[in-house]
């Protein structure tokens, strides 16, 4: 069973540019979590996605949107990007049917702004 | 709101020694607990959850972590550390009235020395 995939791994991007990264979940899991990991601040939670739907959401500005696709596969867009933006970014699938599910994690797409 | 504290940044222990990596949580309701361990470069695994019952959780690799009610605490332990379980640890929490997003405290690096 495959797992959790996000593309690409590593990104470098620009002051001011906009980025999309990408998350395929495990097949059957419908929900799909983000979040934001660095040195400092630990993992921030962004938003989780289930069936189509943004079920919850963290304290990130506008600029930090997604959007999860029929296929249940999400995508996260960060735009305006800033220094601060520059993270390990992790994906996280789960059945979604309830509360107890555990979360599988993607390997993570590493973003530096510079 | 819910919230997660792990007070430790760093634990070390030597191999063959126990070790505990602490975890408290505030949440309003039943809390569903978790840890997952991250190695160098890679995502998150899941390691044990506590959801009811029994408050002595095993899970993987040895892992074992003690749900306190009282002491709204959930700390990881292991009877005999391995070289191998140097790691960065998670504690999370997911709660009904969070709207089951899962929050994440800031890790505790585990170093074990040989």
């Known amino acids: 069973k495959a797992g959790v995939t996000q593309t690409p791994r590593y990104l470098i991007k620009t002051r001011g540019q906009q980025v999309t990264l990408s998350c395929s979940p495990i097949?059957?899991?419908?929900?799909v979590s983000w979040y934001q990991q660095t040195p400092g601040q630990g993992l921030q939670f962004l938003f989780e996605?289930?069936?189509?739907?943004?079920?919850n959401k963290g304290n990130f500005p506008g600029r930090f949107s997604g959007r999860q696709f029929s296929n249940s596969r999400s995508e996260m867009n960060v735009s305006t990007l800033e220094l601060g933006d520059s993270a390990l970014y992790l994906c996280?699938?789960?059945?979604?049917?309830?509360?107890?599910?555990?979360?599988?994690f993607g390997q993570g797409t590493r973003l530096t702004v510079v | 709101a819910q919230s997660v504290a792990q007070p430790e940044d760093q634990v070390n222990v030597a191999e063959g020694n126990p070790l505990t990596v602490k975890c408290t949580y505030s949440?309003?309701?039943?809390?569903?607990l978790f840890w997952y361990v991250q190695y160098p470069n890679r995502g998150l695994q899941f390691l044990l959850k506590?959801?009811?019952?029994?408050?002595l959780v095993k899970g993987s690799y040895g892992f074992e972590a003690e749900f306190n009610k009282s002491q709204t605490s959930f700390h990881l332990k292991k009877p005999s550390a391995l070289v191998s379980d140097s790691a960065l640890y998670f504690c999370?929490?997911?709660?009904?009235?969070?709207?089951?997003?899962?929050?994440f405290g800031a890790g505790t690096r585990l170093f074990v020395k040989a």
């Open positions: 999370a929490v997911r709660a009904l009235t969070g709207g089951f997003k899962t929050i």
């Open positions: 506590y959801i009811t019952g029994d408050n």
């Open positions: 097949s059957g899991h419908r929900s």
């Open positions: 949440v309003s309701g039943n809390p569903y």
């Open positions: 996280a699938s789960s059945l979604g049917l309830g509360e107890v599910t555990e979360a599988f």
């Open positions: 996605y289930f069936s189509e739907t943004q079920r």
